[in-house]
């Protein structure tokens, strides 16, 4: 049986509610403070150029890298996936590209709709999706949201927030340095 709430969220005409509310549109998750800022209509994003969408989609869950430490440590399965280009993953000597976590999958942000495939297997895995300063994660973890991925959260931050001061156990354990 359909209850009157069930049509009320199910119903949107013209991008209006059932109660005549319109319907607000944000940023495609991007990390920036456009992402926080709200439109009455699709279109782009002012600041980025990022496409707009429903603000009901666009939720990003943001672990700290505690919570990131804790969930690597309580979750063997644990999916890592690095969004950087391959060359920031493994090491650049022309720039600080950071580090990485070890077992993580590298797929490039740029390559990820046509290689969102390869993930397939991990739908109804935690993933924790990461970069170097936390502007192309989002956007990989929206993504793949979209994409019918149940359990997808952003590491805030990104790893340019990590440091090397051998004081974090979980890093000596889990994280590479270049």
């Known amino acids: ?5 069930l049509v009320i969220a199910m119903v949107t005409i013209a991008g209006f509610t059932a109660f005549g509310q319109a319907k607000q549109y944000v940023c495609t998750p ?11 209509r699709p279109g782009t994003c002012r600041a980025c150029g990022m496409t707009l ?21 309580a979750n063997p399965n644990l999916v890592l ?5 391959e060359g920031e993953f493994k090491g650049s000597s022309v720039r600080n590209s950071y580090g990485h976590f070890r077992n993580a999958i590298n797929i490039n942000i740029d390559d990820l709709e046509g290689r969102v495939s390869e993930l397939s297997k991990f739908k109804d895995d935690e993933i924790v999706v990461y970069c170097s300063h936390s502007h192309r994660s989002p956007r990989a973890t929206y993504f793949l ?15 340019s927030t990590l440091s090397d001061d051998g004081k974090n156990e979980c890093l000596k354990s889990t994280f590479v340095f270049h």
Do not use: Q, W
């Open 1 to 5: 049986m359909v209850t009157r709430s």
């Open 81 to 85: 996936l690095d969004v950087r280009s």
């Open 145 to 159: 949201s979209t994409k019918g991925f149940k359990n997808v959260k952003n590491m805030a931050g990104g790893v």
């Open 30 to 40: 991007c990390g920036s403070d456009c992402d926080k800022e709200i439109y009455d």
């Open 53 to 73: 969408v429903d603000r009901a989609s666009a939720t990003v869950f943001d672990l700290s890298l505690e919570e990131v430490c804790k969930r690597i440590a």
